[in-house]
């Protein structure tokens, strides 16, 4: 008898304990925390992108009276009297909005001092119109008189359609702003990387000094909200700008001066990443380069870049995605120059077409996903560069060569230097260029329009909300998703949930939650407008950074612990408090200043959520901007950039005494 004749066992399935269902139940909670703040506002806003009103003429009938007051004619539908005289053409049937459409204008001859009567009914029961605020429906007509019928009007229909993608394609101004965003976030991330590379280059591969100076300069820009390079440029090289002449008569206002803010605030992330990528380098390639007689260019290109290669491309499909989404520099320096981003500002809350802010939406978001897509991709294909038998990359000095990397970082860092520089001076001069005596009156918020002190007190609120619900959620999502056994369909829709917000700009989440959460059927429409809104748009806009902070430190701990503490049959929650906790600190601290720094700084993703009570400090420096309080607007600006200082200070010396506490075990 073969093997094969054998009959099967019966298939043993592993006894799924109270543990285990407990972190089941977490992963749940937490999707479903995901899935309410970031999938089903997504739907909503898509649902709204191809939703049309259409005003349906061929629903209603009309019949008009001779001045006796008899009705000698048969009721004519107004679709017919439209397609004689021409009120609406094919472009005009699409309503923007809940717009009403008046009956006058399709009988040129009336007065409303006439004896004519009208009679209006509906084909069908579906059929509605208003006259003043009185709804009628159905084929019962309504007779009213001349002075009332101009109070008729019909309301559009919804329906679904691709009219409004058709429109959008079909206005210039509109479709422009796609070629616009792509070009400037191209340029962008050329010019970003390049520089971004070759300062990480010459703090990992030289000797020169001060290499801890120039990451720190290198870091301020995070610190701060992107309008602030964006006021900084004005003062630099606007109409009235100290360097006004450099620009060799070309305007600041425009491509130029989103380019520019636009390398300034995406550098750190850049540097981050490709010194990152530099810093895993194997000496024993450069070795065998030298043994074999290579020139220094010829190894650069065969050694350095290969080995870099991942790093550079996640760092420019990272800039690519910061700068064609960023909303608060182009708002601020890009004068008549339409970007995307600016678009939706525009027509949600200009025009308050809210269909075409989502089709913008949409539109805005193909590349964002697309540039996210690749890098994931690219990602998987990546290799180990640095194993067991490597040696670590000692760069050996060379007096010459170091003066020149060293002359390079110190441009750079004066170039950051001096954005942040320029504001703190706007903020502090009286009023420029005519009074440039030094004065505190910038720092009076409560004399400006923007929301005052309160403004800057409700944006620390937010921080502290953010960084203590965030990590709390992020880490819990992390361990449970990372430590549970099997569940393998539901962790794995988790990690997809989990990874999606990196994807999703700011601009078109907080526009999918005005949809969302302001629709008075959804239950969690009491949290709109308040203060619990603005920290759940904070937390899933910068969730999956987050996720991957605090999984990456998950992943350093041997699964031998889960086993050891199964066999002490001890419970999960007393291995995450005792062991978890404290052997992952360094991430759960990590991760809570992350999200205060970036709810502090964040424009994009609250600025159509926040009200009057809960105004915020980022989005004031927009509001006085458009106001025209510029010094005031750099003044809030540096009021964030100082808190955030101040914050990574406390963060920096708080960790040290905590971890001293929570990492004592190292030291035995």
């Not at 043993?12 to 977490?26: H, M, N, P, S």
């Not at 194997?282 to 290109?301: I, M």
């Not at 203060?531 to 969730?543: D, G, K």
Request: net charge positive; with cysteine.
């Amino acid at each position: 008898m073969s093997v094969s004749d054998v009959a099967p066992g019966p298939r043993i399935r592993e006894k799924v304990g109270r543990d285990a269902w407990i972190q089941r139940g977490f992963i749940l909670i937490i999707a479903l925390y995901l899935i309410i703040s970031l999938a089903l506002p997504l739907y909503a806003m898509l649902s709204k992108a191809f939703e049309v009103n259409i005003y349906q003429l061929d629903q209603f009938t009309i019949a008009v009276s001779s001045e006796d007051g008899t009705f000698p004619d048969l009721p004519r539908n107004l679709a017919d009297i439209n397609a004689e005289i021409g009120v609406l053409g094919p472009d005009d049937m699409t309503a923007s909005g809940d717009g009403r459409l008046s009956l006058t204008p399709f009988f040129p001859d009336f007065s409303f001092r006439s004896p004519v009567k009208y009679r209006i009914a509906g084909v069908d029961d579906s059929a509605v119109f208003l006259v003043g605020s009185e709804r009628h429906s159905g084929k019962v007509p309504v007779e009213v008189d001349s002075n009332t019928f101009r109070k008729v009007v019909i309301r559009p229909l919804k329906a679904h359609g691709f009219q409004n993608f058709a429109r959008y394609f079909s206005t210039p101004s509109l479709f422009q702003s796609i070629g616009n965003s792509v070009m400037i976030a191209l340029v962008s991330t050329v010019i970003t990387v390049t520089l971004a590379f070759w300062f990480a280059y010459a703090i990992s591969r030289s000797c020169m000094r001060f290499k801890g100076f120039f990451r720190l300069v290198a870091m301020l820009p995070i610190l701060v909200p992107s309008l602030l390079p964006g006021i900084a440029l004005v003062y630099l090289f606007g109409n009235q700008g100290i360097l006004k002449s450099f620009l060799l008569g070309h305007s600041i206002y425009g491509p130029i001066g989103i380019v520019i803010g636009s390398v300034f605030f995406t550098f750190p992330h850049a540097m981050l990443i490709i010194g990152t990528a530099l810093s895993i380098s194997d000496a024993r390639l450069y070795e065998a380069a030298v043994s074999l007689r290579a020139s220094r260019w010829r190894t650069f290109w065969t050694v350095t870049i290969p080995g870099a290669r991942y790093g550079l491309i996640s760092a420019a499909f990272v800039v690519f995605n910061l700068v064609i989404t960023d909303f608060g520099l182009p708002k601020v320096i890009g004068g008549q120059f339409n970007v995307l981003a600016v678009d939706i500002y525009k027509q949600v809350i200009g025009q308050q077409n809210f269909e075409m802010g989502a089709v913008v939406s949409v539109i805005l978001l193909l590349p964002a996903v697309l540039a996210f897509a690749i890098d994931r991709q690219v990602q998987k294909r990546q290799i180990a560069g640095l194993t067991a038998r490597s040696v670590v990359f000692e760069p050996k000095p060379n007096r010459r060569v170091d003066l020149m990397w060293f002359g390079y970082c110190a441009v750079v860092a004066v170039f950051i230097v001096g954005i942040i520089g320029i504001c703190q001076m706007a903020a502090l001069i009286k009023f420029w260029p005519y009074d440039l005596n030094l004065s505190l009156n910038n720092y009076n918020f409560n004399r400006m329009d923007g929301g005052g002190w309160s403004a800057y007190g409700n944006s620390i609120k937010l921080g502290l909300l953010t960084a203590i619900v965030g990590t709390v959620v992020v880490f819990l999502g992390a361990y449970m998703v990372e430590k549970t056994k099997g569940f393998h369909r539901a962790r794995a829709l988790f990690q997809m949930l989990a990874m999606l917000p990196m994807a999703i700009p700011g601009m078109v989440l907080g526009l999918a939650y005005i949809f969302f959460f302001n629709n008075p059927d959804n239950p969690l429409n009491l949290i709109y407008g308040t203060m619990a809104i603005l920290v759940v748009s904070t937390v899933t806009h910068f969730y999956t950074v987050s996720h991957l902070t605090a999984v990456t430190a998950l992943k350093q701990m041997d699964v031998e612990f889960e086993s050891v503490a199964a066999s002490l049959k001890q419970p999960f929650t007393k291995l995450f408090r005792q062991v978890t906790v404290p052997v992952c600190m360094p991430a759960i601290l990590n991760i809570s200043i992350y999200l205060f720094v970036n709810a502090m700084t964040t424009v994009s993703a609250v600025v159509f959520l926040y009200s009057t009570d809960t105004a915020l400090a980022s989005v004031a420096v927009l509001n006085m901007d458009d106001a025209g309080d510029i010094a005031p607007a750099a003044a809030m600006g540096m009021m964030i950039f100082y808190t955030n200082a101040g914050a990574r200070l406390l963060h920096s010396l708080g960790s040290k005494l905590i971890l001293k506490r929570s990492e004592a075990w190292r030291r035995r």
